[in-house]
């Protein structure tokens, strides 16, 4: 259970992986396991869908920053915890596939949420820049579908950053896996602001406070509207990719292992 305090004059709650806090009527969700360059667990996972609900919930909080601690924004799944026995449950999880609505896409109060993106978003890290509403970026930023490179399919987040940048560069980051700067990026649309290195957070208060001189209700209506561009055809996405259960392929094993491992991987198509 997450532990709450309010003796602060900042509103403070604790996860295990992150932190959720309000100042004022801005939020801040803050990913906290810097020593794995935040990477997503089961545990970061969950955490994440209590802070999204907690915000959606909380009448004082209008707007949201989402930011990592430490070096990396989200450097995307946690590898090395799929080379360790799955419970049954985690093992039904992963048969069922992941849920299309993903983070964001369904909420009571439809609110705007900003990524503020450093180091790395990649995986995962993009899914939840891209289900933000805007983002910033700092000039290090590295965004990939690592997916790819972990022998599973990359149409989910395809489909999610097809809906705000559709373009042929897209397609090489699916198929190759290979990271794009987050300058291209920049030019291709999918980014709001980039910034100078260290200053995602400071811009991205800029765009909070911009966000907060419209009528909240209005904002909301847009938030609901964007938003439904991209779950219908990350449901589509899923329902293409499921039957090849790519996650129980030898390939899929030998990527995880290999990168735990520090070398080539050799694959061989099954």
């Not at 983002?135 to 999610?160: C, M, Y």
């Amino acid at each position: 259970m997450p532990n709450t305090s309010l003796d602060e004059p900042e509103i403070i709650t604790e996860y295990e992986t992150m932190m959720y806090k309000r100042r004022g009527r801005v939020a801040y969700i803050m990913f906290n396991r810097p020593q794995a360059l935040n990477a997503v667990n089961d545990q970061f996972e969950e955490d994440l869908h209590s802070a999204m609900l907690e915000f959606d919930l909380d009448n004082e909080a209008w707007v949201a920053i989402v930011h990592g601690a430490g070096r990396s924004f989200c450097a995307g799944a946690d590898v090395k915890q799929r080379l360790v026995a799955m419970t049954p449950e985690q093992s039904a999880r992963r048969h069922k596939g992941p849920n299309a609505e993903g983070y964001t896409g369904r909420s009571a109060n439809w609110k705007p949420i900003i990524a503020a993106v450093h180091g790395y978003a990649l995986g995962a890290g993009i899914v939840i820049a891209v289900e933000s509403d805007m983002i910033v970026a700092s000039e290090d930023v590295k965004f990939g579908i690592t997916e790819t490179r972990r022998g599973l399919p990359a149409a989910r987040i395809w489909a999610k950053v097809n809906a705000f940048m559709p373009s042929k560069i897209l397609s090489e980051m699916a198929i190759t896996g290979e990271p794009i700067e987050a300058s291209e990026l920049y030019r291709l649309g999918l980014i709001n602001r980039l910034v100078p290195t260290g200053e995602h957070l400071t811009v991205a208060e800029e765009l909070a406070e911009k966000v907060l001189k419209s009528p909240p209700l209005a904002t909301r209506s847009a938030v609901k509207l964007m938003r439904r561009q991209w779950v219908q055809p990350s449901a589509d996405a899923d329902m293409q990719m499921l039957p090849l259960k790519l996650h129980e392929t030898e390939d899929f094993k030998e990527a995880s292992l290999s990168f735990v491992e520090k070398r080539p991987p050799k694959y061989h198509a099954r």
